[in-house]
């Protein structure tokens, strides 16, 4: 079962466990169910729901590649994770890292519980709220070794939200796909602003997957001012 996904990840190096198969069923059921009262996502054909959600969560894998010393105890934050999305496919995965959902809206919140409960993924938690507010929080400031993010806002917004959260000499992942150049340049200076070094964009090209994914790779270098990330809105409204 789950035939695109297993065979996906074999082209990304990577094995799965019949155990983390029906992890991966259950999870698409309940999506699938939860998604005809409650707006999770618009992919509702279940092979796409393995490939574009799962797989594709499952790209920045090849990002860690790279800090792979720290998988097994490795904090990580998926911002604006909506219904899970990378974090739950990456927790079920690295079976040992510890993860926070990170999302605002209220019914979502109410799926992932649901999700982390049903699939006893413990070392999970899920934390409601928006990302300007929480990367203020000292529980949560400059404390994960992993940021992830999908699907949230432009890199330039992104940069704000999201390196706060890193510690420092960590790694932010933002998964994108397709021309990035412009996007890329419009988010140098909100980059460097929130403390991000270098960035480097992976490319991942998967038979399963039409477009190639990109993986835009930050590593925190500096500590993000205190004054990042502003009001909510701010940062989408007035990118730095
Ligand atoms: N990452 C998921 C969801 C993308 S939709 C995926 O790729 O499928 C964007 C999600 O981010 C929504 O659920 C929205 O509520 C949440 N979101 C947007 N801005 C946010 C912010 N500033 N703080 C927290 N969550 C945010």
């Given at each position: 079962m789950l035939q695109h996904l297993v065979d996906g990840l074999r082209e990304l190096g990577r094995d799965?466990?019949?155990?983390?198969?029906?992890?991966?069923?259950?999870?698409?059921?309940?999506?699938?169910?939860?998604?005809?009262?409650?707006?999770?996502?618009?992919?509702?054909?279940?092979?796409?729901?393995?490939?574009?959600?799962?797989?594709?969560?499952?790209?920045v894998l090849q990002a860690l590649d790279t800090i792979s010393p720290l998988e097994s105890?490795?904090?990580?934050i998926d911002v604006g994770t909506g219904a899970g999305f990378p974090g739950i496919p990456l927790k079920v995965m690295l079976t040992d890292c510890h993860l926070v959902l990170l999302e605002a809206t209220g019914k979502r919140v109410a799926f992932l519980t649901h999700i982390i409960d049903l699939l006893r993924l413990s070392g999970s938690e899920v934390v409601q709220g928006r990302a300007e507010d929480v990367a203020h929080?000292?529980?949560?400031?400059?404390?994960?070794?992993?940021?992830?993010?999908?699907?949230v806002a432009p890199l330039a917004t992104l940069a704000e939200l999201c390196l706060p959260f890193a510690s420092m000499g960590s790694l932010f992942v933002a998964l994108k796909k397709g021309e990035l150049g412009e996007e890329l340049y419009a988010a140098q200076n909100a980059v460097k602003m929130a403390g991000g070094g270098d960035t480097r964009v992976i490319t991942v090209r998967l038979?399963?997957?039409?477009?190639?994914?990109?993986?835009?790779?930050?590593?925190?270098?500096?500590?993000?001012?205190?004054?990042?990330?502003?009001?909510?809105?701010?940062?989408s409204k007035r990118p730095l």
């Open positions: 799965i466990s019949p155990a983390q198969i029906e992890m991966f069923e259950l999870y698409r059921l309940e999506l699938l169910r939860w998604n005809r009262y409650t707006n999770l996502t618009a992919i509702t054909d279940p092979a796409q729901v393995e490939l574009r959600h799962f797989l594709d969560s499952l790209t105890q490795l904090k990580m929080d000292p529980t949560h400031r400059e404390s994960y070794g992993l940021v992830v993010a999908r699907a038979p399963q997957l039409a477009d190639d994914r990109r993986l835009v790779c930050i590593r925190k270098v500096a500590a993000s001012p205190d004054r990042l990330p502003r009001r909510p809105g701010i940062p």
